[in-house]
């Protein structure tokens, strides 16, 4: 499902500065183009200024990024969007309720006029006499008609009332659903941003360590190697462990800077900003719904489900105006194959969601699974190399042996902070799968619905 298993999406922002200035004559004009250049950098740090380090826990993070962030922007703008469609489904309620009204809004106004140039005709009649006339005469159902018609030209039909009233009540009911869902979308971006930065950093804390044990075991090498105790392969076999651990460093660091400029931008930060993130990678805790009361939950709740079921409702209306018509009617084949379609969809809709929360369920006991494995192969390996390096001690196991454990904990303790990430964004994803979900409803038009709806699923 392309919405559901979606990997999340995160907003990259590229920095680039420049300042070509030539650097050649005098020594005026390098003080010239010095000064320009740091005009420039003023003007670009004004734009969003530096402030002392920050501390942020991933609470407050969430709160920065469901309020002030360019996401909740972006969540405020579609909310006025949603509010604005609700508005405009009480006007075209309010004009089809005056157009159904017509008849009774203007009669007076016929009468009056008809009146007149009756009394024209018989100045003898009284006012109440020839009002009484004129709504006996043929013009006068004449005009009653042609404005009824007008009206129903217009849109003024009880059919239309109903369909519009049914889009206006739909539209006050999940514009905060809409908003529920982009809040949810934002929180759990925050969240896989947020543990992407604290992973980052783990990996760059744990290749830190990697580069310090390689580098130690290389001197004690070659203090052996110096005494005759061990080959020169030896020396060079740990020094290309020392160049692969300085590689991996700089990897992680690159990385490391990059999660953290993205996570600036996000914020609304300067994307050098200095940010000390006060939450580490741990297990979060939540309660887990067994999956029968999850889909249950989730089929209640769901944004797709309740767009489904409008759609099927708005063209059943639709279908009622052409019920009259043939059978084998361009109209009526057309509402009715709309119908059939709104129909599979609000079915097809409650079966995709099973699908979706019976996945995230099993993603979730996957992560679970891989999280106590990756608990059990760091501590074997952690055991590893304290034996390794006892019986290295002793001369009862080569330089390559010992090589190989250390690479052995470098990997399991990167695949332990992996698997805590991996663990915490599925417990998010299923339990946000019970609520409204993070996928918004257009407001629209139904038709709309019926659309993102199929695309979603396909």
Same mark, same amino acid.
């Not at 360019?70 to 009480?90: C, F, H, M, Q, W």
């Given at each position: 499902?392309?919405?559901?298993?979606?990997?999340?999406?995160?907003?990259?922002?590229?920095?680039?500065?420049?300042?070509?200035?030539?650097?050649?004559?005098? =020594?005026?004009?390098?003080?010239?183009?010095?000064?320009?250049?740091?005009? %420039?950098?003023?003007?670009?740090?004004?734009?969003?200024?530096?402030?002392?380090?920050?501390?942020?826990?991933?609470?407050?993070?969430?709160?920065?990024?469901?309020?002030?962030?360019?996401?909740? &922007?972006?969540?405020?703008?579609?909310?006025?969007?949603?509010?604005?469609?609700?508005?405009?489904?009480?006007?075209?309620?309010?004009?089809?309720?005056?157009?159904?009204?017509?008849?009774?809004?203007?009669?007076?106004?016929?009468?009056?006029?008809?009146?007149?140039?009756?009394?024209?005709?018989?100045?003898?009649? %009284?006012?109440?006499?020839?009002?009484?006339?004129?709504?006996?005469?043929?013009?006068?159902?004449?005009?009653?008609?042609?404005?009824?018609?007008?009206?129903?030209?217009?849109?003024?039909?009880? #059919?239309?009332?109903?369909?519009?009233?049914?889009?206006?009540?739909?539209?006050?009911?999940?514009?905060?659903?809409?908003?529920?869902?982009?809040?949810?979308?934002?929180?759990?971006?925050?969240?896989?941003?947020?543990?992407?930065?604290?992973?980052?950093?783990? #990996?760059?804390?744990?290749?830190?360590?990697?580069?310090?044990?390689?580098? /130690?075991?290389?001197?004690?090498?070659?203090?052996?190697?110096?005494?005759?105790?061990?080959?020169?392969?030896?020396?060079?076999?740990?020094?290309?462990?020392?160049?692969?651990?300085? =590689?991996?460093?700089?990897?992680?660091?690159?990385?490391?800077?990059?999660?953290?400029?993205?996570?600036?931008?996000?914020?609304?930060?300067?994307?050098?900003?200095?940010?000390?993130?006060?939450?580490?990678?741990?297990?979060?805790?939540? &309660?887990?719904?067994?999956?029968?009361?999850?889909?249950?939950? !989730?089929?209640?709740?769901?944004?797709?489900?309740?767009?489904?079921?409008?759609?099927?409702?708005?063209?059943?209306?639709?279908?009622?105006?052409?019920? !009259?018509?043939?059978?084998?009617?361009?109209?009526?084949?057309?509402?009715?194959?709309?119908?059939?379609?709104?129909?599979? =969809?609000?079915?097809?809709?409650?079966?995709?969601?099973?699908?979706?929360?019976?996945?995230?369920?099993?993603?979730?006991?996957?992560?679970?699974?891989?999280? /106590?494995?990756?608990?059990?192969?760091?501590?074997?390996?952690?055991?590893?190399?304290?034996?390794?390096?006892?019986?290295? &001690?002793?001369?009862?196991?080569?330089?390559?042996?010992?090589?190989?454990?250390?690479?052995?904990?470098?990997?399991?303790?990167?695949?332990?902070?992996?698997?805590?990430?991996?663990?915490?964004?599925?417990?998010?994803?299923?339990?946000?799968?019970?609520?409204?979900?993070?996928?918004?409803?257009?407001?629209? /038009?139904?038709? &709309?619905?019926?659309?993102?709806?199929?695309?979603?699923?396909?």
């Amino acid at each position: 499902m392309k919405n559901m298993n979606r990997v999340i999406t995160v907003m990259v922002v590229v920095i680039s500065l420049m300042a070509t200035q030539s650097l050649i004559f005098a =020594t005026e004009q390098k003080a010239d183009v010095n000064s320009e250049e740091s005009k %420039t950098n003023k003007q670009v740090e004004s734009i969003i200024p530096m402030q002392p380090k920050i501390k942020l826990s991933l609470d407050e993070a969430i709160k920065i990024m469901t309020t002030t962030g360019t996401r909740a &922007e972006s969540a405020e703008l579609n909310k006025k969007k949603d509010k604005a469609v609700e508005e405009g489904y009480d006007e075209q309620y309010s004009d089809i309720k005056k157009g159904l009204d017509a008849t009774t809004l203007y009669r007076p106004q016929v009468i009056a006029i008809g009146a007149a140039k009756v009394k024209k005709k018989n100045p003898g009649l %009284t006012d109440q006499q020839a009002a009484a006339a004129f709504e006996q005469s043929a013009a006068f159902s004449e005009a009653m008609f042609n404005i009824t018609v007008s009206a129903q030209a217009a849109g003024a039909t009880l #059919n239309n009332k109903n369909i519009v009233n049914k889009r206006r009540s739909f539209a006050k009911n999940n514009s905060k659903n809409n908003y529920e869902a982009d809040i949810n979308q934002i929180k759990q971006d925050t969240i896989a941003i947020y543990s992407g930065v604290v992973l980052a950093e783990e #990996n760059y804390r744990i290749s830190q360590d990697s580069l310090r044990v390689q580098g /130690e075991n290389l001197k004690n090498i070659e203090l052996k190697y110096k005494v005759g105790l061990l080959a020169k392969k030896d020396v060079l076999e740990a020094k290309s462990s020392v160049e692969k651990a300085k =590689t991996a460093l700089r990897q992680a660091e690159n990385k490391m800077k990059m999660a953290k400029m993205q996570l600036n931008f996000l914020l609304g930060y300067n994307v050098m900003q200095e940010v000390e993130l006060t939450d580490r990678l741990t297990k979060e805790q939540a &309660e887990i719904a067994p999956v029968e009361t999850a889909i249950e939950n !989730a089929l209640k709740n769901r944004n797709e489900i309740k767009g489904a079921d409008l759609g099927k409702d708005i063209y059943n209306l639709i279908l009622n105006e052409y019920r !009259a018509y043939p059978r084998f009617s361009s109209k009526y084949l057309t509402a009715k194959n709309n119908l059939l379609v709104a129909e599979k =969809t609000a079915k097809d809709a409650r079966s995709q969601i099973e699908i979706d929360v019976r996945m995230r369920k099993d993603t979730l006991d996957e992560k679970t699974d891989a999280l /106590e494995s990756a608990k059990a192969i760091q501590a074997y390996a952690k055991e590893g190399e304290r034996l390794m390096k006892l019986t290295h &001690e002793e001369g009862l196991s080569t330089v390559q042996e010992l090589l190989d454990v250390e690479v052995k904990l470098y990997q399991a303790n990167l695949n332990m902070a992996n698997a805590i990430s991996e663990y915490n964004s599925a417990l998010r994803a299923y339990v946000d799968a019970q609520g409204v979900g993070t996928m918004r409803i257009p407001l629209q /038009e139904t038709r &709309e619905i019926i659309s993102v709806m199929n695309i979603y699923y396909k």
